[in-house]
Nanobody, 125 residues
Framework: QVQLVESGGGLVQAGGSLRLSCAAS????????MGWFRQAPGKERELVAT????????SYADSVKGRFTISRDFAKTTVYLQMNSLKPEDTAVYYC??????????????????WGQGTQVTVAS
């Protein structure tokens, strides 16, 4: 099991930026794809971005493409989500998640096995 701790959330004005961090410990970080999800009140959890175990492949939801960037630092065993040009509709609790199977890409909720506690992002209009 991998332990994940998110940080970096907060309140920001529309058009602003935030960088979320997800510190990982436990099973070998380098072997697992990672992802960021978000969940707004009354809505289903949405996959926002993924990065594969090598860091060489990323994917994004259409709603954030061109504004958000996912990256990973293997030395620090940390995954980041850089969020620019934030909009009020980006307001949600953001969760970091680790893949279930090593050296495997992730696409669906069921592909993830470990979750962080979440960090609140609020974008004011």
């Amino acid at each position: 099991q991998v332990q994940l701790v998110e940080s970096g959330g907060g309140l920001v004005q529309a058009g602003g930026s935030l960088r979320l961090s997800c510190a990982a410990s436990g099973r070998v970080f380098n072997s697992y794809s990672m992802g960021w999800f978000r969940q707004a009140p009354g809505k289903e959890r949405e996959l926002v971005a993924t990065i594969n175990w090598t860091g060489g492949r990323t994917s994004y939801a259409d709603s954030v493409k061109g504004r958000f960037t996912i990256s990973r630092d293997f030395a620090k065993t940390t995954v980041y989500l850089q969020m620019n040009s934030l909009k009020p509709e980006d307001t949600a609790v953001y969760y970091c998640a680790a893949g279930r199977i090593p050296n495997r890409t992730v696409q669906f909720l069921s592909d993830f096995a470990s979750w962080g506690q979440g960090t609140q992002v609020t974008v004011a209009s």
